[in-house]
């Protein structure tokens, strides 16, 4: 399907250039000449026609709106061929869908004449269209289960909520990072430059400030290494604690709006966070993140055997059909 896909991007280039090209002609080739034709015109439009895909094919299905390799193409042949479409490529591809029909068409002729020759039970295809198959279904599960509000999934997605409120909770936050240059690393230029221990002694600086009754959005802008979120006072916006460093989610989820939390050390730097707000995420929102998660944790691997799974470290085992010893020496060696 990833080959489709890049053959109907292709295609659609050269055609959507050639749809452009043919509309500009047309448009030049008929001007208003009378005002009765404009009055004609504007006496058609009052009538509207259906237009796109979905509305020709519900008021007149048999339609033909395209021919190829000789067939008629009926406007419901085509539209039901655009169900295939994800809504993103859909939308991405709105304004050319001929060539989009016309990919479509191609894939499923020439797919059914491999079907005529068997290529569908032959190796490798076999197993890269059961791949295929259980990867589509798999993904179409997760979806219903994931917005299902009643049934067993959805009860145990509950359950996994309420025994876990704070992977839940979304924080806005503001922070001031402080960094330096890990041991062992490359010699940095400014703020970069500094080293642990000077790294230390600022946030710590920082830090006393705060206490004293220093304004935070203040301080990020001039004590912030952090330049994105220094010109906003620090700002970083709502994040979900779920998604935060362990480290990082630990501080935050102890804090109170309005609280500031003690420096945080993280790989390169030391934060201190603010939290602005908290708001819990509702279970609708989040219910396909969770229903995900306990699929994975369901079928989470447990190896056995891990020589099984290192091929890349096996040994070489010498052929039965050329042993190493006594054997002729072979030219050049």
């Not at 220093?214 to 004590?223: H, S």
């Not at 070489?316 to 030219?331: D, E, K, N, V």
């Amino acid at each position: 399907m990833k080959s489709s896909i890049l053959l109907l991007s292709s295609c659609l280039c050269a055609s959507f250039a050639f749809a452009q090209s043919t509309s500009s002609q047309s448009q030049s080739s008929h001007p208003a000449t009378n005002p009765s034709s404009a009055t004609s015109s504007s006496a058609s439009t009052s009538q509207l026609k259906p237009r796109g895909p979905e509305a020709i094919a519900e008021v007149d299905p048999n339609r033909v709106v395209a021919t190829m390799g000789g067939k008629q193409i009926t406007a419901k042949q085509a539209a039901d061929m655009l169900k295939a479409l994800t809504p993103a490529d859909r939308k991405k591809y709105e304004g050319n869908l001929a060539a989009v029909v016309q990919q479509l068409y191609m894939t499923d002729q020439i797919s059914g004449e491999a079907a005529k020759l068997g290529l569908d039970q032959q190796d490798p295809w076999k197993e890269q269209l059961r791949l295929a198959r259980a990867n589509i279904l798999t993904q179409a599960y997760l979806t219903k289960m994931g917005t299902a509000s009643t049934g067993p999934m959805a009860d145990e997605a509950k359950r996994y909520y309420d025994a876990h409120p704070s992977d839940f909770d979304q924080v806005k936050l503001a922070a001031i990072e402080v960094t330096f240059s890990p041991p062992g690393t490359p010699a940095a230029s400014g703020a970069n430059a500094r080293t642990e221990a000077q790294a230390q002694d600022k946030v710590n600086e920082v830090e006393k400030k705060i206490k004293a009754g220093g304004e935070f959005a203040t301080l990020a802008r001039t004590d912030s290494d952090n330049q994105q979120t220094a010109t906003r006072g620090g700002d970083l916006g709502a994040l979900s604690v779920e998604q935060l460093p362990p480290d990082i989610k630990n501080a935050v989820s102890k804090l109170q709006p309005n609280q500031v939390s003690e420096p945080v050390r993280t790989n390169g730097g030391f934060w201190i966070f603010k939290l602005e707000s908290r708001t819990k995420v509702p279970l609708d929102q989040v219910r396909p993140n969770i229903v995900q998660k306990l699929q994975l944790d369901k079928y989470k691997i447990q190896v056995q055997d891990p020589d099984f799974f290192n091929a890349s470290a096996a040994q070489h085992i010498p052929s039965l059909q050329r042993p190493t010893s006594g054997a002729a020496p072979q030219p050049g060696h």
